[in-house]
Nanobody, 129 residues
Framework: QVQVVESGGGLALAGGSLRLSCTSS????????MGWFRQAPGKEREGISC????????EYAEAVKGRFTISRDKARNTLYLQMNSLKPEDTATYYC??????????????????????WGQGTQVTVSS
Protein backbone atom coordinates (compact mmCIF):
# COMPACT_ATOMS: atom_id res chain seq x y z
CA GLN A 1 0.00 0.00 0.00
CA VAL A 2 1.36 3.39 -1.00
CA GLN A 3 1.38 6.15 1.59
CA VAL A 4 2.57 9.68 0.94
CA VAL A 5 3.12 11.92 3.95
CA GLU A 6 3.80 15.65 4.06
CA SER A 7 5.27 17.34 7.13
CA GLY A 8 6.86 20.58 8.25
CA GLY A 9 3.86 22.86 8.17
CA GLY A 10 2.95 25.18 11.00
CA LEU A 11 2.56 28.80 11.95
CA ALA A 12 4.99 31.41 10.64
CA LEU A 13 5.21 35.17 10.69
CA ALA A 14 5.16 37.11 7.46
CA GLY A 15 8.70 37.26 6.14
CA GLY A 16 9.60 34.00 7.85
CA SER A 17 10.51 30.59 6.50
CA LEU A 18 9.33 27.01 6.64
CA ARG A 19 10.59 23.83 5.00
CA LEU A 20 8.11 21.19 3.99
CA SER A 21 9.03 17.55 3.49
CA CYS A 22 7.27 14.75 1.66
CA THR A 23 8.14 11.09 1.86
CA SER A 24 6.51 7.80 1.04
CA SER A 25 6.34 4.18 1.94
CA UNK A 26 5.65 1.96 -1.03
CA UNK A 27 6.50 4.50 -3.74
CA UNK A 28 9.96 5.24 -5.07
CA UNK A 29 9.94 8.95 -5.86
CA UNK A 30 13.04 8.73 -8.06
CA UNK A 31 10.98 7.23 -10.88
CA UNK A 32 8.73 10.25 -11.13
CA UNK A 33 8.62 13.98 -11.49
CA MET A 34 7.14 15.38 -8.27
CA GLY A 35 5.04 18.41 -7.53
CA TRP A 36 3.82 20.62 -4.72
CA PHE A 37 0.28 21.98 -4.65
CA ARG A 38 -1.62 24.12 -2.19
CA GLN A 39 -5.26 24.75 -1.43
CA ALA A 40 -6.62 27.67 0.54
CA PRO A 41 -10.12 27.58 2.07
CA GLY A 42 -12.75 28.14 -0.60
CA LYS A 43 -10.23 27.98 -3.43
CA GLU A 44 -9.17 25.37 -5.93
CA ARG A 45 -6.02 23.36 -5.48
CA GLU A 46 -3.19 25.03 -7.37
CA GLY A 47 0.14 23.72 -8.56
CA ILE A 48 3.06 25.77 -7.28
CA SER A 49 6.16 23.78 -8.19
CA CYS A 50 7.40 20.70 -10.01
CA UNK A 51 10.77 18.94 -10.22
CA UNK A 52 11.91 16.31 -12.71
CA UNK A 53 13.34 12.94 -11.75
CA UNK A 54 16.97 14.10 -11.78
CA UNK A 55 16.26 17.21 -9.73
CA UNK A 56 17.86 19.42 -12.38
CA UNK A 57 14.74 20.84 -14.02
CA UNK A 58 12.17 22.77 -11.98
CA GLU A 59 9.02 24.78 -12.54
CA TYR A 60 7.43 27.44 -10.34
CA ALA A 61 4.20 29.35 -10.31
CA GLU A 62 4.62 33.10 -10.56
CA ALA A 63 3.18 33.57 -7.08
CA VAL A 64 6.09 31.72 -5.46
CA LYS A 65 8.95 32.21 -7.92
CA GLY A 66 12.03 33.58 -6.21
CA ARG A 67 10.72 32.73 -2.73
CA PHE A 68 10.17 28.95 -2.80
CA THR A 69 12.66 26.26 -3.78
CA ILE A 70 11.80 22.67 -4.60
CA SER A 71 14.39 19.93 -4.19
CA ARG A 72 14.64 16.20 -3.75
CA ASP A 73 16.89 13.70 -1.97
CA LYS A 74 16.80 10.37 -3.74
CA ALA A 75 18.69 8.54 -1.02
CA ARG A 76 16.08 9.57 1.52
CA ASN A 77 13.19 9.26 -0.94
CA THR A 78 12.14 12.73 0.14
CA LEU A 79 10.85 15.82 -1.59
CA TYR A 80 11.30 19.27 -0.06
CA LEU A 81 9.84 22.73 -0.43
CA GLN A 82 11.85 25.55 1.15
CA MET A 83 9.56 28.53 1.62
CA ASN A 84 11.13 31.91 2.35
CA SER A 85 9.72 35.42 2.59
CA LEU A 86 6.34 33.97 3.48
CA LYS A 87 3.23 36.08 2.98
CA PRO A 88 -0.24 35.77 4.55
CA GLU A 89 -1.56 34.74 1.13
CA ASP A 90 0.64 31.64 1.30
CA THR A 91 -1.68 30.30 3.99
CA ALA A 92 -3.04 26.98 2.71
CA THR A 93 -2.84 23.23 3.02
CA TYR A 94 0.17 22.02 1.06
CA TYR A 95 0.26 18.71 -0.78
CA CYS A 96 2.87 16.74 -2.66
CA UNK A 97 2.16 14.29 -5.46
CA UNK A 98 3.88 12.30 -8.20
CA UNK A 99 3.38 13.03 -11.90
CA UNK A 100 1.59 10.03 -13.37
CA UNK A 101 3.91 7.81 -15.41
CA UNK A 102 6.33 10.65 -16.25
CA UNK A 103 9.83 11.47 -15.06
CA UNK A 104 9.60 15.09 -16.21
CA UNK A 105 7.26 18.02 -15.55
CA UNK A 106 4.97 18.39 -18.57
CA UNK A 107 5.50 21.93 -19.79
CA UNK A 108 1.89 22.88 -20.44
CA UNK A 109 0.16 20.87 -17.73
CA UNK A 110 2.44 20.53 -14.70
CA UNK A 111 -0.03 22.64 -12.69
CA UNK A 112 -3.03 20.44 -13.52
CA UNK A 113 -4.27 18.29 -10.65
CA UNK A 114 -5.28 15.34 -12.83
CA UNK A 115 -1.70 14.97 -14.11
CA UNK A 116 -0.72 13.74 -10.65
CA UNK A 117 -1.37 10.65 -8.57
CA UNK A 118 -0.37 9.37 -5.14
CA TRP A 119 -1.45 12.38 -3.10
CA GLY A 120 -0.66 12.86 0.58
CA GLN A 121 -3.07 14.21 3.20
CA GLY A 122 -1.42 17.60 3.26
CA THR A 123 0.24 19.81 5.86
CA GLN A 124 -1.20 23.12 7.02
CA VAL A 125 0.79 26.33 6.64
CA THR A 126 -0.50 29.47 8.32
CA VAL A 127 1.25 32.79 7.85
CA SER A 128 0.29 35.67 10.10
CA SER A 129 0.98 39.31 9.41
Amino acid sequence: QVQVVESGGGLALAGGSLRLSCTSSGLRFDRYAMGWFRQAPGKEREGISCINWTGVSTEYAEAVKGRFTISRDKARNTLYLQMNSLKPEDTATYYCAAVRELSYCPRDSWRVVSVYGYWGQGTQVTVSS
